[in-house]
T-cell receptor, first 115, second 117 residues
Framework: NAGVTQTPKFRVLKTGQSMTLLCAQD?????MYWYRQDPGMGLRLIHY???????AKGEVPDGYNVSRLKKQNFLLGLESAAPSQTSVYFC??????????????FGPGTRLTVL | AQSVTQLDSQVPVFEEAPVELRCNYS??????LFWYVQYPNQGLQLLLK??????LVKGINGFEAEFNKSQTSFHLRKPSVHISDTAEYFC???????????????FGSGTRLLVRP
């Protein structure tokens, strides 16, 4: 099993450009998450999905959109990139039945720079 | 809502010395706690977790953590560190998202462990 994979690994954008980050998992997990990691701030939840076709806002959703058309994929979109979105983005997934046993499995991350 | 505090942003230590990384959480009736490790340029890996039972939890790579309910702490320890333990360590607590009652992790700000020869 590949676990959780993310594409691309690195990207540089100019302000105002758009892009989509792809997350894929092969563990048949229902829940999927997008986080951003900034120095000194830990991981903050952007959006999440509790199943195919459903998405919801996390703590810092502004400027991002997501889609979960297939159970194994969770896409994060930036419609008009801003320098404040320079960050490392992590995708994670977990089983539904784990409840508060919230062990999440993380991808390797995407490092995004917006100039 | 839950919150997690990691007071130390960086902990330098010499190889083979013991180390303790501190984590405090806000109180709750029941709590599920996690430590994740992030090696340079990699994603997060689960180090250990506390769900219930014994308050001393053993994880991978010789790490252990002790759940202390009265002090609302979940400190991570290792008796003898190696250069390869150099990484960022995140404490996290499980919480219920009020919007839809789904479950989420609340992360601390992280502690960078720097092991020197």
């Amino acid at each position: 099993n590949a676990g959780v994979t993310q594409t691309p690994k690195f990207r540089v954008l100019k302000t105002g450009q758009s892009m989509t980050l792809l997350c894929a998992q092969d563990m048949n997990h229902e829940y999927m998450y997008w986080y951003r990691q900034d120095p000194g701030m830990g991981l903050r939840l952007i959006h999440y999905s509790v199943g195919e076709g459903t998405t919801a806002k996390g703590e810092v959703p502004d400027g991002y959109n997501v889609s979960r058309l297939k159970k194994q994929n969770f896409l994060l979109g930036l419609e008009s990139a801003a320098p404040s979105q320079t960050s490392v983005y992590f995708c994670a997934s977990k089983k539904t039945t784990s409840g508060l046993n919230n062990e999440q499995f993380f991808g390797p991350g995407t490092r995004l720079t917006v100039l | 809502a839950q919150s997690v505090t990691q007071l130390d942003s960086q902990v330098p230590v010499f190889e083979e010395a013991p180390v303790e990384l501190r984590c405090n959480y806000s109180s709750s009736v029941s709590v599920y706690l996690f430590w994740y490790v992030q090696y340079p340029n990699q994603g997060l890996q689960l180090l250990l977790k506390y769900l219930s039972g014994s308050t001393l939890v053993k994880g991978i790579n010789g790490f252990e953590a002790e759940f202390n309910k009265s002090q609302t702490s979940f400190h991570l320890r290792k008796p003898s560190v190696h250069i390869s333990d150099t990484a960022e360590y995140f404490c996290a607590v499980s919480d219920v998202w009020p919007v839809d009652s789904s479950y989420k992790l609340i992360f601390g700000s992280g502690t960078r462990l720097l092991v020197r020869p």
